[in-house]
């Protein structure tokens, strides 16, 4: 159960991420040419695979007790910030990502940007575009990886999920040449966001010295759970929605 988690989760976070992060590069290649913002990426990629070489090994030494109530605590605070998110979206409390505006911001911004050279970079702009775009985005999955690999001990495993996320996604997106406007990307998050929340809520419960009936069985019951109350939260948010629109209607009238 918890192998399968761990992979969806971060197969589903790493391809929103990496939606985002196309979308960037896409615009960059897309309006100055496709070298300059490859060669970002690769850059990118090869920084990613440094902190997660380095990171991976130094959280394996920490003793599991205290890895699990650390990184239990972090998932869950980043697993909320997820939820509150998508939560405001699907109550329409918050705009939902625009991914087509967001590429066409990103072309006017670079149709507008002067072209400068520096060293074996000939576009210093796409360079960083592209650069930027998939360093940080990316620095989300592999803190994803990282910790989920390091609790589970299967850090291959988290990272086969984050690398079919991106390879699905790039391919799509190259094939398509547009932003992935279609993705239900709120939709995703949402589910990060449970899986996310629920992770944290049981490592950080059994490191504090809690143990969980059932074993990893209890995220059978965690999972839904949480869900649940989110569903709840959007279900109230748009009552309340809909209520204070009705009143400001009749006082206006």
């Not at 192998?3 to 590069?25: Q, S």
């Not at 980043?78 to 939820?83: A, R």
């Not at 998110?85 to 967001?102: F, P, T, V, Y």
């Not at 970079?121 to 989920?148: Q, R």
Request: hydrophobic share 60%; glycine share 12%; charged share 15%.
């Amino acid at each position: 159960m918890s192998g399968t988690a761990l992979v969806l989760a971060v197969f589903l976070a790493c391809a929103v991420e990496a939606v985002e992060a196309l979308t960037i590069v896409l615009a960059a290649g897309v309006t100055r040419g496709w070298r300059s913002p490859l060669l970002g990426v690769g850059a990118a990629l090869a920084a990613l695979a440094v902190v997660v070489a380095v990171l991976g090994p130094a959280v394996g030494r920490i003793p599991i007790g205290a890895m699990q109530l650390v990184i239990g605590t972090l998932l869950l605070v980043f697993g909320l910030q997820w939820l509150r998110k998508a939560i405001l979206r699907a109550s329409g409390n918050k705009a939902l990502h625009d991914e087509d505006k967001i590429y066409q911001e990103q072309v006017a911004a670079a149709a507008n940007a002067s072209r400068e050279n520096r060293a074996f970079v000939t576009d210093w702009y796409g360079f960083t575009l592209a650069f930027k775009g998939v360093l940080l985005e990316g620095l989300e999955v592999a803190f994803i990886v990282v910790t989920f690999g390091s609790v589970q001990g299967q850090i291959g495993v988290a990272t086969l999920g984050a690398a079919a996320a991106v390879v699905l996604v790039v391919a799509v997106g190259l094939l398509v040449r547009a932003p992935l406007a279609k993705v239900p990307e709120n939709t995703m998050k949402f589910a990060v966001g449970v899986l996310l929340t629920a992770f944290g809520t049981f490592w950080g419960a059994e490191g504090a010295g809690a143990e969980w009936p059932g074993a990893d069985a209890a995220l059978l019951v965690l999972v839904p759970g949480i869900l649940a109350v989110s569903l709840a939260y959007v279900a109230l948010l748009r009552r309340a929605g809909v209520t204070a629109r009705t009143e400001n209607a009749g006082v206006a009238s």
